[in-house]
T-cell receptor, first 111, second 115 residues
Framework: NAGVTQTPKFRVLKTGQSMTLLCAQD?????MYWYRQDPGMGLRLIHY???????AKGEVPDGYNVSRLKKQNFLLGLESAAPSQTSVYFC??????????FGPGTRLTVL | KQEVTQIPAALSVPEGENLVLNCSFT??????LQWFRQDPGKGLTSLLL?????REQTSGRLNASLDKSSGRSTLYIAASQPGDSATYLC??????????????FGSGTQLTVLP
């Protein structure tokens, strides 16, 4: 049982490049989330999914897209990276009203 | 909009001391509250989850309390150790989040336990 895993752990992009962050969970959780963590801003919700094939916008969705084709995977895409997207990205999952489990994070730098 | 505040932002204590971390939230209509630990450069580790109908939860040296009506939670750490040094985050799931049930986080308390 690996819990929540994230790929890659680190990435450096140039402005305008694209990339996809992968989140995987093996706990059969319905809900999955993408957050970003910035100094002084805390963790903020980007997008979330309440089940396979569903996605919705969170607090700061601009510049990101997501997909959840399989229940265990939640992908976060940056189509044209900007320096403002330099951050640490965390994926999380949960069952209904239970506790949320987080992945180890992806540290992204956009130059 | 739900806002979560944690005071103090940083705390330094000698080893062995008992300590209390504070968390307050503006909207008392919550499903639950969760305390996390974050080590530098690492992810979040869930410590305790308190459902809205509960008053406290305990795990080892940790005890978390919830007073929903006053919008407050405390995390009590007994007999602190240098290994407890980390940032502690409080987060709530508000009833008003609809289907998202996402967490709203505080900015955390950075704890340093001195040997």
């Amino acid at each position: 049982n690996a819990g929540v895993t994230q790929t890659p752990k680190f990435r450096v992009l140039k402005t305008g490049q694209s990339m996809t962050l992968l989140c995987a969970q093996d706990m059969n959780h319905e809900y999955m989330y993408w957050y970003r963590q910035d100094p002084g801003m805390g963790l903020r919700l980007i997008h979330y999914s309440v089940g396979e094939g569903t996605t919705a916008k969170g607090e700061v969705p601009d510049g990101y897209n997501v997909s959840r084709l399989k229940k265990q995977n939640f992908l976060l895409g940056l189509e044209s990276a900007a320096p403002s997207q330099t951050s640490v990205y965390f994926c999380a999952s949960r069952i209904r009203y239970n506790e949320q489990f987080f992945g180890p994070g992806t540290r992204l730098t956009v130059l | 909009k739900q806002e979560v505040t944690q005071i103090p932002a940083a705390l330094s204590v000698p080893e062995g001391e008992n300590l209390v971390l504070n968390c307050s939230f503006t909207d008392s209509a919550i499903y639950n509250l969760q305390w996390f630990r974050q080590d530098p450069g690492k992810g979040l580790t869930s410590l305790l989850l308190i459902q809205s109908s509960q008053r406290e939860q305990t795990s080892g040296r940790l005890n978390a309390s919830l007073d929903k009506s006053s919008g407050r939670s405390t995390l009590y750490i007994a007999a602190s150790q240098p290994g407890d040094s980390a940032t502690y985050l409080c987060a709530v799931v508000s009833l008003r989040t609809g289907s998202a049930r996402q967490l709203t986080f505080g900015s955390g308390t950075q704890l340093t336990v001195l040997p």
